[in-house]
């Protein structure tokens, strides 16, 4: 199956840092990526829906100026969690939308902990 | 207000015997659902499908139901193998799926298989 990487696979970071993922489709184009996080013993909750060449939309209750969404290719989009705290740690997953096998590949998620 | 749920946070069985895993929703738009399977610290990996147009998709073990006038689905896994035992999501999607849809999770289930 189609291939979706994160980086960095964990991170610790300083109150009051920010902190950038990456999610990458790696053999195949994605015109639209999704953010997701989980706390732990929690279900997997959408933040947001990312766009290629366009302005993320994000789900009620999320900070768009908070967790800044990039996607500036059709094989990359970041998120970056400005001025990051220690609720904001947490497993944050994305996922690549294939349209040629019409199917969401998940990438394999970031540990965020903030200190 | 969490649309998908999974009632059960957990399920115990003995390998070779069938596991049942339930999820309900209230969304009544929904009309295409998903079953993933995640290891911690993984991303889901995706299991199988259904359209709201039937009610039984099967594929090898693995088997998903759909009662849409009870808004509930279930997956069957039968025979169920210890390496079956991780958590399990159901997740919730209008407009017939595609992958550009956004896609709503439910809580998730622990699957533990006993050898």
């Known amino acids: 199956g189609a291939v979706v990487s994160q980086h960095p696979s964990w991170v610790i970071c300083k109150s009051g840092t920010s902190v950038k993922i990456e999610c990458r489709s790696l053999?195949?184009?994605?015109?639209?990526m999704f953010w997701y996080r989980q706390f732990p013993k929690q279900s997997l909750m959408l933040m947001a829906t990312?766009?290629?060449?366009?302005?993320?939309?994000?789900e009620q209750g999320v900070e768009k100026d908070k967790f800044l969404i990039n996607h500036a290719s059709l094989t990359l989009s970041t998120l970056t969690v400005t001025s990051a705290h220690p609720e904001d740690s947490s497993f944050y997953i994305c996922?690549?939308?294939?349209?040629?096998?019409?199917?969401?590949?998940f990438g394999p998620g970031t540990r965020l902990t903030v200190l | 207000d969490q649309q998908v749920k999974q009632n059960s946070p957990s399920l115990s069985v003995q390998e070779g015997r069938i596991s049942i895993l339930n999820c309900d929703y209230t969304n009544s738009m929904f009309d295409y659902f998903l079953w993933y399977k995640k290891y911690p610290a993984e991303g889901p990996t995706f299991l199988i499908s259904i359209s709201s147009i039937k009610d039984k998709n099967e594929d090898g073990r693995f088997t998903v139901f759909l009662n849409k006038s009870a808004k509930h689905l279930s997956l069957h896994i039968v025979p169920s193998q210890p390496g079956d035992s991780a958590v399990y999501f159901c997740?919730?999607?209008?407009?017939?799926?595609?992958?550009?849809?956004?896609?709503?999770f439910g809580t998730g289930t622990l699957l533990a298989v006993q050898p």
């Open positions: 997740a919730a999607s209008t407009n017939n799926g595609g992958a550009t849809n956004k896609l709503i």
């Open positions: 990312s766009n290629e060449g366009s302005k993320a939309t994000y």
């Open positions: 053999d195949f184009q994605a015109t639209t």
């Open positions: 996922s690549a939308s294939d349209t040629n096998t019409d199917t969401q590949y």
